[in-house]
């Protein structure tokens, strides 16, 4: 956790002189000083960074140069917009992977197998914004099927939440397909099987619990990785999150935000990671006597 | 059957890598234009296949009249380089930490899973925009950038793999023979992990191409006129409407490049019987 707090501050004093870039060009030396004055830019940069490590311990993320407001205000007013986006593109990504991947696996080796598997090759490669792009071309502008930009409306979501979950589908899809084949190869499916159960309740029931471990760990990361790739979606498509903020932010050298919004990612990873693993024990009962 | 089909990709990647990195290695040579030559005479003109293309511009020009299809190949070369690069130099710091790591175990160890922890935390595209941001766009930025953050996964294959020969016998031959601890480390631990870290490499290589094209499509990656992929996408996007081609091509460009360095990866993993989840 400190080292993240170490790092992101350490990222944005890379930035050279924020007091004159602040001031613009026109400013004299006077006007310089007095900003960096202003924000305590003067003071040595151990001060600082203690000074921030300290604020955001009590919850104080600062204030942004460049809207005049808190930092942490800025981020909640972002935050749904985003939060929005990362789990509409999480439940996608599941909804397209697991049928595909139980469906590989059912079929293992055979032609539908094959064509799935090829599927997830050409999906690793597609570049999502650009995807997003031509989605906006036919679906948004050719079709006029869905809207291109703005969320307004629950529609906007569809199709950032389909390109951000796009990236995420092959990993999923590889490890589902993956643990079931084991997971169907297993003594307990066929015991279930010569149970007479249904082949729908075996591979549901039995099957599916067991695979589903994995997927759930790497799916929890992903949905750590859409929020931090949210950033290029939402410029595609034009969305007023954290991660447009954090654009803006990082290309206007506001870096009070920029620190921020990198701590919030990476406290959020971390929160996740952990989630899984937790949801797993849930899932798992071996794994909760350790 | 799937025997054959596996091969084929195999061979489909190789070809496509192989051709795209001859196409960069000779770009000067098969290009009919100066790719940084503007003609404002002939702003966006379609490709020649296309209803009012001229037989001059094979895939049209852009907004500023350069011809496409010589800076679609200028742009392979911008490419083919960051991907290169950026694997010597995350390959190299990846390694090492992971061998490093896996090899001595304990204290050592533990600092190594902690360093990769960090790094997993860190939110990569938000990062790498803010460093090149900072620094200022060039290419050379935008190498060190991703070489410095693209290792983890190195490390961790490279880890877990050490792990695995480290106790093997003919380690402990060589520790018997009386070899030193470097020798040990390059010549008998490195060369049997290495078709591992082939393996990685693609994947990296191709993340690494992905990752440059969505920093310059976002504006801070490799700088304008460098007629670089992602740049290219960035700098037609306000055509897109009236003019799809100038999207496409780029993008499709690289899709089928990583496509191919995809296919390579994943055939030589069956190839060399590397670990699954790599």
Same mark, same amino acid.
């Given at each position: 956790?400190? &080292?993240?707090? &170490?790092?992101?501050?350490?990222?944005?004093?890379?930035?050279?002189?924020?007091?004159?870039?602040?001031?613009?060009?026109? !400013?004299?030396?006077?006007?310089?000083? $007095?900003?960096?004055?202003?924000?305590?830019?003067?003071?040595?940069?151990?001060?600082?960074?203690? &000074?921030?490590?300290?604020?955001?311990? $009590?919850?104080?993320?600062?204030?942004?140069?460049?809207?005049?407001?808190?930092? +942490?205000?800025?981020?909640?007013?972002?935050?749904?917009?985003?939060? &929005?986006?990362?789990? $509409?593109?999480?439940?996608?990504?599941?909804?397209?992977?697991?049928?595909?991947?139980?469906? %590989?696996?059912?079929?293992?080796?055979?032609?539908?197998?094959?064509?799935?598997?090829?599927?997830?090759?050409? +999906?690793?490669?597609?570049?999502?914004?650009?995807?997003?792009?031509?989605?906006?071309?036919?679906?948004?502008?050719?079709?006029?099927?869905?809207?291109?930009?703005?969320?307004?409306?629950?529609?906007?979501?569809?199709?950032?939440?389909?390109?951000?979950?796009?990236?995420?589908?092959?990993?999923?899809?590889?490890?589902?397909?993956?643990?079931?084949?084991?997971?169907?190869?297993?003594?307990?499916?066929?015991?279930?099987?010569?149970? +007479?159960?249904?082949?729908?309740?075996?591979?549901?029931?039995?099957?599916?619990?067991? %695979?589903?471990?994995?997927?759930?760990?790497?799916?929890?990361?992903?949905?750590?990785?859409?929020? #931090?790739?949210?950033?290029?979606?939402?410029?595609?498509? !034009?969305?007023?999150?954290?991660?447009?903020?954090?654009?803006?932010?990082?290309?206007?050298?506001?870096?009070?935000?920029?620190?921020?919004?990198?701590?919030?990612?990476?406290?959020?990873?971390? %929160?996740?990671?952990?989630?899984?693993?937790?949801?797993?024990?849930?899932?798992? *009962?071996?794994?909760?006597?350790? | 059957?799937?025997?054959?089909?596996?091969?084929?990709?195999?061979?489909?990647?190789?070809?496509?890598?192989?051709?795209?990195?001859?196409? !960069?290695?000779?770009?000067?040579?098969?290009?009919?234009?100066?790719?940084?030559?503007?003609?404002?005479?002939?702003?966006?003109?379609?490709?020649?296949?296309?209803?009012?293309? #001229?037989?001059?511009?094979?895939?049209?020009?852009?907004?500023? #009249?350069?011809?496409?299809?010589?800076?679609?190949?200028?742009?392979?070369?911008?490419?083919?380089?960051?991907?290169?690069?950026?694997?010597?130099?995350?390959?190299?710091?990846?390694?090492?930490?992971?061998?490093?790591?896996?090899?001595?175990?304990?204290?050592?160890?533990?600092?190594?899973?902690?360093?990769?922890?960090?790094?997993?935390?860190?939110?990569?595209?938000?990062?790498?925009?803010?460093?090149?941001?900072?620094?200022?766009?060039?290419?050379?930025?935008?190498?060190?950038?991703?070489?410095?953050?693209?290792?983890?996964?190195?490390?961790?294959?490279?880890?877990?793999?050490?792990?695995?020969?480290?106790?093997?016998?003919?380690?402990?031959?060589?520790?018997?023979?009386?070899?030193?601890?470097?020798?040990?480390?390059?010549?008998?631990?490195?060369?049997?992990?290495?078709?591992?870290?082939?393996?990685?490499?693609?994947?990296?290589?191709?993340? %690494?191409?992905?990752?440059?094209?969505?920093?310059?499509?976002?504006?801070?990656?490799? *700088?304008?006129?460098? *007629?670089?992929?992602?740049?290219?996408?960035?700098?037609?996007?306000?055509?897109?409407?009236?003019?799809?081609?100038?999207?496409?091509?780029?993008?499709?460009?690289?899709?089928?490049?990583?496509?191919?360095?995809?296919?390579? #990866?994943?055939?030589?993993?069956?190839?060399?019987?590397?670990?699954?989840?790599?």
């Amino acid at each position: 956790m400190l &080292t993240v707090l &170490t790092i992101s501050f350490a990222l944005t004093r890379l930035s050279g002189d924020v007091a004159v870039s602040m001031a613009g060009p026109q !400013a004299t030396q006077q006007d310089v000083d $007095t900003i960096r004055k202003a924000y305590g830019l003067d003071r040595p940069l151990t001060v600082q960074f203690v &000074t921030w490590v300290a604020g955001v311990a $009590t919850g104080d993320l600062g204030r942004s140069y460049l809207y005049h407001a808190p930092v +942490g205000e800025l981020i909640r007013s972002r935050l749904p917009v985003t939060l &929005t986006l990362g789990l $509409t593109g999480l439940v996608i990504a599941l909804a397209l992977a697991l049928p595909l991947g139980i469906l %590989a696996a059912m079929n293992e080796g055979r032609v539908l197998d094959r064509g799935i598997m090829m599927i997830a090759v050409l +999906g690793q490669a597609m570049p999502s914004f650009w995807l997003g792009l031509v989605l906006v071309i036919w679906l948004g502008v050719k079709w006029q099927l869905l809207p291109i930009s703005g969320v307004e409306t629950w529609d906007g979501y569809v199709l950032p939440g389909f390109v951000l979950a796009f990236s995420a589908v092959p990993a999923l899809m590889r490890l589902t397909r993956g643990g079931m084949v084991d997971a169907l190869a297993s003594d307990y499916v066929r015991t279930a099987r010569a149970k +007479g159960l249904t082949r729908f309740s075996v591979v549901m029931k039995h099957a599916l619990r067991n %695979a589903a471990m994995p997927v759930v760990a790497v799916a929890a990361v992903q949905l750590g990785f859409m929020l #931090g790739g949210s950033i290029v979606i939402e410029s595609v498509f !034009a969305l007023n999150g954290v991660g447009y903020l954090a654009w803006e932010s990082i290309s206007k050298n506001d870096f009070p935000v920029v620190q921020a919004v990198v701590l919030f990612l990476a406290t959020i990873y971390i %929160a996740l990671t952990l989630l899984a693993d937790m949801f797993n024990a849930v899932l798992d *009962p071996r794994l909760r006597i350790s | 059957m799937a025997f054959h089909i596996r091969r084929l990709a195999l061979a489909l990647g190789f070809i496509i890598v192989v051709g795209i990195a001859l196409v !960069a290695l000779l770009a000067p040579w098969i290009t009919p234009h100066d790719p940084f030559l503007q003609n404002l005479d002939v702003r966006m003109a379609p490709p020649s296949f296309m209803e009012g293309g #001229g037989p001059d511009h094979f895939l049209g020009t852009d907004q500023l #009249g350069r011809d496409y299809f010589s800076r679609l190949i200028y742009g392979a070369r911008i490419s083919m380089l960051i991907g290169a690069l950026v694997v010597v130099c995350s390959g190299l710091i990846g390694t090492t930490l992971g061998v490093v790591g896996g090899f001595f175990g304990g204290r050592v160890d533990a600092v190594v899973m902690f360093i990769i922890t960090c790094r997993l935390s860190i939110p990569l595209i938000l990062v790498a925009l803010t460093v090149v941001s900072f620094v200022g766009s060039s290419l050379a930025v935008v190498v060190l950038t991703l070489g410095l953050l693209l290792w983890e996964r190195f490390a961790v294959v490279a880890r877990t793999t050490t792990m695995q020969v480290r106790n093997l016998d003919y380690i402990a031959a060589a520790w018997a023979a009386g070899c030193s601890r470097p020798y040990i480390l390059l010549r008998e631990v490195l060369p049997n992990i290495v078709h591992h870290l082939i393996v990685v490499t693609t994947l990296e290589m191709a993340l %690494a191409i992905l990752l440059e094209a969505a920093l310059s499509f976002l504006g801070l990656g490799v *700088p304008p006129p460098l *007629p670089s992929w992602g740049l290219m996408i960035a700098e037609a996007k306000d055509y897109m409407y009236f003019s799809p081609w100038v999207i496409l091509v780029p993008g499709i460009a690289l899709f089928v490049l990583v496509l191919g360095i995809n296919l390579l #990866g994943d055939g030589l993993r069956d190839r060399l019987g590397a670990a699954r989840d790599a």
